[in-house]
């Protein structure tokens, strides 16, 4: 394993994936029922913004900086970014960037569980460390794909997995992530499954995105933000996010942090997003885009409310 989450904590892509995140945990907590959170590629759990991996690239300025002193942002937002300055480490100012697992961990409820799998050994010791002596979490060392089998389904029988491996190579991966998700939801057919994916070509994403709409699950929706052009292998052009079994009107959860976003992270030129359905329970999937791959979509206004 090459890739480390140290250089890239804090990055564009992080605040997109920990906003959707953040919003599933809302969502869970609607119901006083107890939860499991599932993270088949925990990390280390939390990094250091000044330390010497997050310098080398300062990924993190084009990202959680940019949210750290913005102003009228949506109420989602405001509520995580609290989350995110209120860790600890951060009573000074912005230091420390938790990861995934950290974030869930300091919102669990009393009742709530959180199951950790990170294969590598250096990044689970530190998973260990960092949450020893917690009754709440646990983290296992071992492939978080196959881990699924013993964990699904939870004793909760309400969670969430959240599939957010390196990709260090694209196709494989995606066909790793197509299968368990496949035996997951025989397994577990009402946990909500959230899969975190990079866009460099988006030649190499849209198989994955049609193979979602034949899956079994009964709604899937993307979430995607773009800072670059969706046509160059050569760097993180943006990152997205599927949700199978979302919560319903998720997207009208999204919509608008959605937008903040696109706002605060643009770079060269204005970002650009996607909140879409892939698969609803009951209706036809979408036909086909008549749109080249490269064009981006931007959400549309908010459907009207009813009365």
């Known amino acids: 394993m090459n890739y480390r989450h ?5 990055n564009f892509a992080d605040v997109l994936k920990h906003t959707v995140l953040f919003a599933l945990i809302e969502a869970m907590q609607a119901k006083p029922t107890p939860f499991c959170y599932i993270d088949t590629h925990a990390g280390s759990g939390n990094y250091l913004l000044d330390g010497f991996e997050a310098k080398k690239t300062s990924e993190y300025k084009d990202g959680i900086t940019r949210l750290h002193p913005a102003e009228k942002v949506p109420p989602l937002l405001q509520r995580w970014r609290a989350s995110i300055l209120g860790g600890e480490g951060n009573e000074q100012g912005l230091k420390h960037y938790p990861g995934s697992p950290l974030q869930v961990a300091r919102l669990l409820r009393p009742d709530d569980s959180a199951q950790l799998c990170e294969l590598h050994t250096e990044e689970a010791s530190k998973l260990r460390d960092l949450f ?3 009754p709440q979490v646990h983290v296992h060392q071992r492939d978080g794909y196959e881990a699924l089998k013993a964990l699904l389904p939870p004793k909760e029988k309400r969670g969430l997995v959240l599939i957010d491996p390196p990709y260090e190579a694209q196709e494989a991966e995606y066909k790793l992530i197509e299968k368990a998700l496949k035996e997951a939801l025989q397994r577990w057919p009402t946990g909500v499954y959230a899969v975190w994916y990079p866009i460099k070509l988006r ?7 049609r193979g979602l709409q034949r899956s079994d699950a009964k709604r899937v929706l993307r979430v995607e933000l ?20 979302a919560p319903w009107n998720f997207d ?16 060269e030129r204005p970002a650009e997003v996607r909140l879409d359905w892939l698969l609803q329970e009951g209706a036809e999937p979408p036909a086909p885009s008549p749109l080249p791959p ?4 931007r959400p549309g206004p908010p459907p009207p409310r009813r009365r």
């Open 6 to 10: 140290a250089y890239h904590a804090g």
């Open 132 to 134: 020893r002596g917690n």
């Open 203 to 209: 030649s190499q994403v849209q198989p994955f995105l």
């Open 226 to 245: 773009l800072v670059h052009p969706d046509d160059s292998p050569l760097r993180l052009n943006g990152s997205g996010m599927v949700i199978l079994n």
């Open 252 to 267: 009208d959860v999204l919509r608008e942090p959605l937008r903040a976003l696109a706002s605060l992270l643009s770079q």
């Open 294 to 297: 490269s064009r981006l979509l």
